[in-house]
């Protein structure tokens, strides 16, 4: 008789029937307390049901002058605390949040405070590319670690080098294992992956090279002094094969909508387009709504609410993924062998 396995999604961990651990034992922290900011608390109730423990409650309250107060409905006092807050809409109002919760933990004498940012905000602006601008993403990491953050967990960054940026260990996760592994169950014939533009080639090739198909990308070229008229052409074959077009982000949707339209014009068969971040601002449900694909993939890195589920939607969970992180960091155990490495 076969054995009952288990597989963790966006991991490589396999459990097998009876193996998989009943709770969180206590390490050299004490007991996990988890938090949620106040736009991930289902998030939070979610990733607390795949962990065994309950999603501690705080109170979050915005007075009249939008001022923002935090007070804590239990004690963390030498306790390993992990407080999950992505930088969602409204940005700046999330970010303060997290800044605010971080320092009242550390004021109630947490033993460890781990912060996890499924998705980390201002990840574009992490460099110097003309003059008199700021570098948001080094000041959004100086501002957690001031805060009071020992540790940090990241989902998919924008760039890498923004690991360097904190001066605390921390993970910097990716979901490319979970949205791979979901198009390789679709085992779809004759496919091509189709990055949106050179800048996400690399990332796009791992995702062809797990998938086993070629790698297409769309390039797109700049005219004039104002940077807005693009002309797009597309670096490969995609007639005739089902066409997975790849991103980081889907912000406004306008890159996706053009690498679209131009995989449809170069005569691909079926459409699936897939992003790790659902920022979804401005016309972006408009523009997806719109568009001629079979399906659309992302994650819930980001909330998403109803009026912006498609119908063609569909929202793998990090949850299981993020709960083994967890488990992992609390008990000092390699979190890199989750993912074979």
């Known amino acids: 008789m076969a054995t009952k396995t288990r597989k ?13 651990p009943s709770r ?85 004498s947490a033993g460890r405070i781990t912060v996890v940012m499924p998705y980390f905000a201002y990840g574009r602006s992490d460099k110097k590319d003309q003059p008199r601008v700021p570098i948001t993403a080094r000041l959004l990491a100086d501002l957690i670690q001031v805060a009071g953050a020992d540790r940090y967990i990241a989902v998919d960054l924008h760039a890498p080098q923004i690991q360097g940026f904190f001066s605390i260990p921390g ?5 490319f294992h979970l949205i791979s592994d979901y198009f390789f169950d679709k085992h779809l014939r004759d496919a091509v992956v189709v990055s949106t533009d050179l800048g996400f080639a690399k990332k796009g090739r791992n995702y062809a090279a797990k998938l086993d198909v070629p790698l297409a990308v769309v390039e ?27 991103d980081d982000e889907c912000d406004t949707a306008g890159s996706l ?6 995989v449809a014009k170069g005569g691909a ?26 399906e659309i993939v992302t994650t819930n890195t980001l909330p998403i609410p109803p ?8 929202v793998l969970s990090i949850a299981p993924m993020l709960a083994e992180v967890l488990r992992r960091t609390h008990e000092g155990r390699s979190v890199g062998e989750l993912f074979n490495e």
């Open 307 to 314: 009026d912006k589920r498609l119908h063609n939607m569909k």
């Open 8 to 20: 963790v999604p966006g991991t490589k961990l396999v459990y097998k029937k009876g193996e998989e």
């Open 24 to 108: 969180v034992a206590p390490g050299q922290y004490g007991e996990i307390r988890l938090f949620a900011g106040s736009h991930y608390q289902e998030f939070g109730k979610e990733l607390g049901k795949c962990l065994g423990i309950p999603l501690c409650e705080q109170l979050v309250h915005k007075f009249t002058n939008e001022n923002i107060f935090v007070r804590l409905n239990t004690s963390v006092r030498g306790q390993d605390v992990y407080f999950v807050q992505g930088m969602s809409s409204p940005v700046s109002d999330n970010i303060m949040e997290m800044l605010i919760t971080i320092d009242a933990l550390k004021r109630d």
């Open 269 to 294: 068969r079926d459409i699936y387009i897939a992003f790790a971040h659902a920022v979804l601002s401005g016309v972006a449900v408009e523009r997806l709504r719109k568009l001629p694909v079979r």
């Open 220 to 246: 797109k070229r700049r005219t004039g002094n104002d940077g807005k008229s693009e002309v797009l052409s597309l670096i490969g074959d995609v007639e005739g094969k089902d066409a997975i077009v790849i």
């Open 257 to 262: 909508e053009n690498a679209v339209e131009v």
């Open 171 to 175: 993970d910097a996760l990716t979901t």
